[in-house]
């Protein structure tokens, strides 16, 4: 009796059909960066759809995070200190990320609106070119927030749980 194929080997074999078309990222870097294996179990007449939509959870919880950096009155307590450990470089890592994290989410807006696989293509086609540079600005920011964080824990002499 032959081997039945996994969810996640049908969903690669899917891409692959359409990866050829449109000469799209290969399938493990979309995995590694934005965890589209999460749509093996999903049943779909839009594949390209579905990764777009994965792709952006990941730019918005991003963008978020960067909003409240940028506009922390409502943010929890402990993004006033990290606010105020940023430097000016930081402050422009910042700015670079929300312009490249909202044109993100207004493509993706705008094709939620009316779908075209082609254009949903190059939407994966553009992330996939721009995603490193976020990835970095990212890791910029984050090394940044927690030296910040441990600098404040060592001036005041507590620990923070959490």
Known sequence: MPKKESCLDE???RYKAIQGKY??????YLNENFEIEKLAENETDFLLREIREII???????????????????????????????????????????????EFEIIGIELSNEYSEKREAEFIKNIRKEWDDVKGDMGLLTNSIKLSWKIKKEKSGREYFG
Do not use: C, H, Q, T
Not at 23 to 28: T, V
Not at 61 to 78: D, K, T, V, W
């Open 11 to 13: 969903l690669k074999k």
């Open 23 to 28: 000469k799209l990222p290969d399938f493990a």
């Open 56 to 102: 952006l959870e990941k730019a918005v919880a991003y963008l978020r995070f960067i909003e409240m950096l940028l506009n922390p009155s409502s943010a929890p307590m402990f993004f006033f200190s990290l606010v105020k450990g940023l430097s000016a470089d930081d402050k422009k890592v910042i700015e670079r990320l929300y312009e490249n994290l909202i």
